[in-house]
């Protein structure tokens, strides 16, 4: 049986916001998509791209996997990355003028690495996939015993940076950023405060996206300063 579940939310989407938008949808069918910005996410069920950027349909191409990372360009590489593709597909056949890798808090790929846990799954990917973050971990230093959660907050920061640095790695993206046709973001969302942070490109530091004198003492940095 389709999940009841589903079904309701079908049955409130096309009897409330489809009928309300129904024009955008057959604008879209006819001419294609053209979004301009393209958001890299996790997989995790608690921050969709959509509802935390309040998206119509056609706004975003959202791409999601385990922790939100950008693989490296490996185009002689014998692994099939579907992040890759998607990021290929969208610079290069939709020319999206914006790229953000939106990372979050209490990310469990990014505790699992950090803890050296048992794999989240019995199956093969998942840790092969964690790996990724291993430079960004480096980067970081030894895990101190005090360090408690506050390490992970930082590997959370940390992994969004490197895969800014993964992005540049593509000829197809680092050509058109040189040429001021595309620029790249870095985004942290706290799952129980909704607070949205963004990087500043010049500094490093993660910083509300309000600017309210309290938000601005609150600055983040990947370091964790």
Excluded at 26 to 40: N, S
């Amino acid at each position: 049986m389709f999940p009841d579940r589903l079904t309701q939310g079908y049955r409130s989407f096309i009897d409330g916001r489809f009928l309300a938008e129904r024009s955008r949808y057959e604008v879209l069918a006819e001419t294609g998509q053209k979004p301009e910005i393209m958001v890299i996410g996790c997989v995790d069920s608690r921050v969709s791209p959509e509802v935390i950027f309040d998206a119509s349909p056609g706004e975003l191409l959202v791409v999601r996997n385990v922790a939100n990372i950008v693989p490296r360009y490996e185009p002689d590489g014998d692994t099939q990355h579907g992040t890759s593709a998607a990021l290929e597909f969208g610079v290069q056949a939709l020319r999206v003028k914006h790229i953000v890798v939106l990372g979050h808090a209490l990310c469990g790929g990014i505790r699992a690495f950090a803890d050296e846990q048992e794999p989240l799954s019995p199956g093969d990917f998942i840790g092969r996939w964690m790996s990724q973050i291993a430079p960004a971990a480096e980067g970081l230093g030894p895990r101190k015993v005090e360090d408690g959660d506050g390490y992970l907050r930082r590997l959370e920061f940390a992994s969004v940076e490197l895969s800014l640095r993964n992005l540049m790695t593509f000829p197809c993206v680092r050509i058109l950023v040189e040429r001021g046709k595309l620029q790249i973001h870095g985004a942290y969302f706290g799952v129980a405060s909704g607070r949205l942070l963004v990087r500043d490109p010049t500094t490093g530091h993660f910083a509300p996206v309000t600017d309210t004198g309290d938000e601005r003492r609150a600055m983040f940095r990947c370091a964790g300063d």
